[in-house]
């Protein structure tokens, strides 16, 4: 079984920049692979996703333009490089990994999933 473990998260003032990492324990090549997270009192909601390949991205209204997924299958490593960051950013962020055809926003697609890193961006 895969296990994935995110780190980057942090607390930033508003309009700043974070770079989130998604570490594999083993080859995740065939995988796609996204971004959630979870505010207080909220549910999770997606993020952004990346096909096996890296050829394809799907993103959230809310980060498009602002947030950039990438992945370096050699390093079994997914990025998300958060740009501009606002207050309702802030969230437990979990990157996941799923065997499902193409990178879609439902959690259902996923099926290993990491503990979560912090952001909390202050206004």
């Known amino acids: 079984q895969v296990q994935l473990v995110e780190s980057g998260g942090g607390l930033v003032q508003a309009g700043d920049s974070l770079r989130l990492s998604c570490a594999a324990s083993?080859?995740?090549?065939?995988?796609?692979m996204g971004w959630f997270r979870q505010a207080p009192g909220k549910e999770r909601e997606f993020v952004a996703a990346?096909?096996?390949?890296?050829?394809?991205?799907n993103s959230a209204e809310s980060v498009k333009g602002r947030f950039t997924i990438s992945r370096d299958n050699a390093k079994n490593t997914m990025y998300l490089q958060m740009n501009i960051l606002k207050p309702e950013d802030t969230a437990v962020y979990y990157c996941?990994?799923?065997?499902?055809?193409?990178?879609?926003?439902?959690?259902?697609?996923?099926?290993?999933w990491g503990q979560g890193t912090q952001v909390t961006v202050s206004s």
């Open positions: 990346i096909s096996q390949n890296g050829g394809r991205t």
């Open positions: 996941a990994a799923g065997r499902s055809l193409l990178p879609g926003q439902d959690p259902k697609l996923y099926d290993i």
């Open positions: 083993r080859r995740t090549s065939n995988y796609i």
